[in-house]
């Protein structure tokens, strides 16, 4: 084969029949090429991002194709005047830029995008900012408290640099040799240096991050290039001049230069994108540090960011966001796929709020010491439900009054700015110290959190002696208020109870919405509508959660349906109690869901009147609760610990809906 035929090293091939054999010089075969094998993922990738994607999504993609390209570029274009490679002049339809065909610049490009847009794609569900928590350790040996973690972090790190620096050199000596191995030294010495530093940056997170965010979103699209690869390979559309290769093969067909160079851009990609995230997550987590974000973070704050000190981590707010994320993912999967199409800072105060509409409930299964406490409602919940008596449940919400009156009295007033730390460290269990802390108070109005605890109270009203009717009964195997004194005893206390326990997180959830969205003028002028249309929304989602949960709460002694519309089907609490799948009942429930129905039929428009930042996470929320109602309508569900739950493809639909219907 003559040189004019004759590729001797691509250093970015294509993976695909690119430069095309004698009998086929036309350079139609390129660009058919791209349409082929890489255009196409490109279609696809964007398509399934484009419902999530953000402004700095955006930002991500733009920033990865300016680095990629500029660096790239020179590199291949060195190799090309060097004659490491070559192409025949009519095996391509661009012009040539620094003797790089167009073909391969714009090879250059939808690699980048489609590996972004990968890692982008499978992240989403991640908040960086809760694997912060993982890089604190002492950074002087001296602490006897984590040696162990101390050391293994500087070993983590050194092995890591040890290894790329040891690859540096072997690629150095490689090059200087100028034999066989000229192009393997070539890919090692240009990608080495930046590789070192992304290792440097990134080690904790690549080793800490769920491998979604790491090693799938390297290893799929590096698969995917060494598979075409090797097709166009046993296709003989091209070679490699045997002077400049090792001429050892990963498999049958795959060069292993072409393997490492496939691999090593695809890391890089990632790592870069680790580190950007990184960087975010760190601004995102500390806002006193980095007061003010920026629509578009400029490179200089993003530097500042990454190399931000971690002796100045505040750990307390780190444990609380990582634990506040662990407890919504176990106990709330609806709210959890929400919380991944919001934004930011606003994802983290709304994760630390515990975005979940739902009455005071036990978890046993949790334990007074277990994994559980971990968001402020679910604090609240748990104290309250965890109670060994009435008493101590009232006297722990007295405990949350004065945790608020602390809050809510020291904002603001540096003088008391030691109250709220010692009425939490007074008040409440260690484990509840980091999330109780972090709470964003000055975002957040004082009156639904002050109501909220009314809600509990009203809860704390179930336990009293009684059936709930006006006759004796001496069957006492559970204890419930009488007439006069049941909690839940009409349609408006029903109402009332709603609003106490779901209305006012749907308030404090908008509060932070408008607190993070406030350039959005137009939202704003319309608050007290949009609030006041999400508290009803938060009625009929609670209302879909009284009817999902008859069962299990009357296995807790509580029954949320009114007493009016008990007497009217010929039951008392007691008969719940005794017997909650009564066929009686199915009546009611279905009453409760066509209530909901009606609210968020009434109130399901003013979603899209909410700021931009906030409204798909608000829309996939709504949308995947009220799913748990249209599950109850069906004569057959799956329930799981007691309550019908929604299947996971099937929620993923919902959310996939909701996300493309604005």
Not at 45 to 57: E, Q
């Amino acid at each position: 084969m003559g040189l004019d035929y004759a590729l001797v090293y691509a250093p970015v091939p294509f993976p695909f029949p690119f430069y095309p054999d004698r009998d086929n010089t036309d350079g139609i075969v390129c660009a058919a090429s791209h349409l082929k094998y890489t255009i196409p993922p490109a279609i696809v990738l964007t398509l399934l991002l484009r419902p999530l994607a953000n402004r700095l999504d955006l930002y991500k993609i733009l920033f990865l194709l300016l680095v990629a390209t500029t660096a790239t570029t020179p590199w291949d274009s060195y190799l090309i005047r060097r004659r490491i490679w070559t192409y025949p002049p009519n095996a391509v339809l661009g012009p040539v830029f620094f003797a790089i065909p167009a073909e391969e610049l714009f090879f250059f490009v939808i690699q980048t995008y489609n590996t972004t847009l990968l890692y982008l794609l499978l992240s989403k569900p991640t908040l960086p900012a809760a694997y912060l928590s993982r890089e604190l350790a002492p950074t002087p040996p001296a602490s006897p408290r984590t040696p162990g973690r101390w050391i293994g972090r500087v070993a983590l790190r050194t092995l890591g640099q040890l290894a790329i620096t040891l690859a540096l050199l072997m690629g150095a000596w490689m090059v200087y040799q100028d034999g066989p191995g000229t192009y393997f030294g070539l890919i090692v010495v240009w990608a080495a240096p930046v590789a070192l530093l992304l290792w440097t940056i990134t080690y904790e997170s690549m080793v800490s991050l769920p491998r979604s965010n790491t090693l799938l979103p390297i290893a799929l699209p590096t698969l995917y290039l060494w598979l075409v690869d090797t097709v166009a390979m046993r296709r003989g559309t091209w070679a490699i001049e045997s002077g400049t290769k090792l001429g050892v093969h990963l498999w049958p067909g795959l060069e292993i230069e072409e393997a490492l160079f496939f691999l090593v851009t695809n890391g890089m990609i990632v790592l870069g994108l680790i580190a950007f995230d990184r960087a975010l997550a760190v601004m995102d987590a500390f806002p006193h540090a980095f007061p003010v974000l920026p629509r578009w973070p400029s490179p200089r704050l993003l530097l500042q960011a990454t190399f931000y000190d971690r002796a100045s981590f505040d750990e307390r707010r780190l444990a609380g966001i990582a634990q506040a994320v662990v407890r919504l993912k176990r106990k709330s999967r609806s709210f959890h796929l929400a919380s991944s199409t919001f934004e930011g800072r606003l994802r983290i105060d709304l994760i630390l709020l515990s975005v979940r509409p739902s009455h005071v409930r036990a978890l046993v299964a949790d334990g007074a010491n277990g994994p559980g406490r971990y968001s402020w409602c679910r604090i609240a919940d748990d104290l309250v439900d965890e109670a060994g008596t009435t008493a101590e449940a009232q006297a722990n919400v007295d405990k949350l009054r004065a945790y608020l009156d602390a809050a809510y009295g020291t904002r603001g007033a540096d003088k008391h700015a030691t109250s709220l730390p010692s009425v939490v460290r007074a008040h409440f269990p260690a484990d509840a110290h980091d999330v109780l802390l972090s709470m964003p108070i000055a975002a957040l109005s004082p009156q639904p959190l002050y109501d909220l605890l009314k809600g509990f109270e009203m809860d704390l009203a179930f336990d009293g002696d009684g059936d709930g009717d006006d006759d004796d009964d001496d069957d006492d195997d559970a204890a419930v208020p009488t007439a006069d004194r049941w909690p839940i005893a009409t349609e408006a206390d029903l109402e009332l109870y709603a609003v106490r326990v779901a209305g006012t997180v749907a308030e404090l959830c908008l509060d932070l919405v408008f607190a993070h969205a406030a350039s959005d003028g137009a939202a704003a002028g319309r608050r007290a509508e949009l609030v006041q249309a999400g508290r009803q929304m938060g009625i009929a989602l609670q209302l879909v959660n009284i009817a999902r949960d008859v069962t299990v709460d009357a296995g807790l002694g509580r029954v949320y349906l009114p007493l009016t519309w008990l007497k009217e089907v010929g039951l008392t609490p007691r008969d719940v109690l005794r017997e909650p799948h009564a066929a009686a009942l199915a009546a009611l429930q279905a009453r409760l869901l066509d209530k909901a129905d009606a609210i968020y039929d009434a109130v399901r428009s003013a979603i899209e009147a909410l700021p931009v930042g906030g409204r798909r996470g608000m829309r996939v929320a709504v949308e995947s609760y009220m799913e748990i109602g249209r599950v109850l309508r069906q004569t057959r569900y799956r329930v799981q610990a007691g309550r019908a739950t929604v299947p996971r493809l099937r929620r993923l639909r919902v959310a996939w809906s909701a996300l493309t219907r604005g």
